[in-house]
């Protein structure tokens, strides 16, 4: 059973910070390309950042930029995204991604995506 499955949202005040896991299993995605999306209430789903299946290469989203990092372990079939200096706009449900294909390019768009998690919230006061 394929399954990426995503922890560690929570609420937050602004400034703060937060780490998100998104462990899988079921499939051979250390050789899948993965990023993370977003939907806040009202909005569709938005890029946030990927990573390539090496874990040489990522590519971030403007409005996280600087802020949040993306890294992998493919030992341990895990993807983690630090979220640093959180603003109440980050509030969201934070989406782990696979990429359609084995050793395919980084995803940047909803229709780039073979498998999604199921989502974590993320909440920040102001």
């Known amino acids: 059973q394929v399954q990426l499955v995503e922890s560690g949202g929570g609420l937050v005040q602004a400034g703060g910070s937060l780490r998100l896991s998104c462990a899988t299993s079921?499939?051979?995605?250390?050789?899948?390309?993965m990023g993370w999306f977003r939907q806040a209430p009202g909005k569709e789903r938005e890029f946030v950042v990927a990573i390539s299946w090496s874990g040489e290469n990522t590519y971030y989203a403007d409005s996280v930029k600087g802020r949040f990092t993306i890294s992998r372990d493919r030992a341990k079939n895990t993807v983690y995204l630090q979220l640093n200096n959180l603003k109440p706009e980050d509030t969201a449900v934070y989406y782990c991604?696979?990429?359609?294909?084995?050793?395919?390019?980084?995803?940047?768009?909803?229709?780039?995506?073979?498998?999604w998690g199921e989502g974590t919230q993320v909440t920040v006061s102001s």
């Open positions: 079921g499939h051979t995605f250390s050789h899948y390309a």
């Open positions: 991604a696979a990429g359609s294909r084995p050793f395919g390019l980084m995803p940047r768009g909803t229709g780039e995506i073979g498998f």
